[in-house]
């Protein structure tokens, strides 16, 4: 019955830009931990940025700083991920991931395809 429901992937060229979207679908989290991960093919699964809550912390991986920025508006039950100067490492499958407060309950979604290639 929870879900969480990704769009906006898509195929781009390099320099290009792409926002991402995930919305919850049976709950309302704005208590959660959101967060964004992604794995590239032959690759680990790796955390791209995370959000608290109230929306005033945010954490990014050490390669997506200064091009990606997180965010999440409660009211609309979605988070987002705006994707600028992209790159042809950042081609992979983006998922995004909700955690509860009380750390015993997780939700992942099924994952968006991005890729970046001239």
């Known amino acids: 019955q929870k879900q969480l429901v990704e769009s906006g992937g898509g195929s781009v060229q390099p320099g290009g830009s792409l926002r991402l979207s995930c919305v919850a679908v049976?709950?309302?989290?704005?208590?959660?931990?959101l967060s964004w991960y992604r794995q590239g093919s032959g690759e680990e699964r790796e955390l791209v940025a995370a959000?608290?809550?109230?929306?005033?912390?945010?954490q990014y991986g050490d390669s997506v700083k200064g091009r990606f920025t997180i965010s999440r508006d409660n009211a609309k039950n979605t988070m987002y991920l705006q994707m600028n100067n992209l790159k042809p490492e950042d081609a992979a499958m983006y998922y995004c991931?909700?955690?509860?407060?009380?750390?015993?309950?997780?939700?992942w979604g099924q994952g968006t395809q991005v890729t970046v290639s001239s």
């Open positions: 991931k909700a955690q509860s407060p009380w750390g015993s309950e997780q939700y």
């Open positions: 959000i608290n809550g109230a929306g005033n912390v945010k």
């Open positions: 049976g709950f309302t989290y704005n208590m959660y931990t």
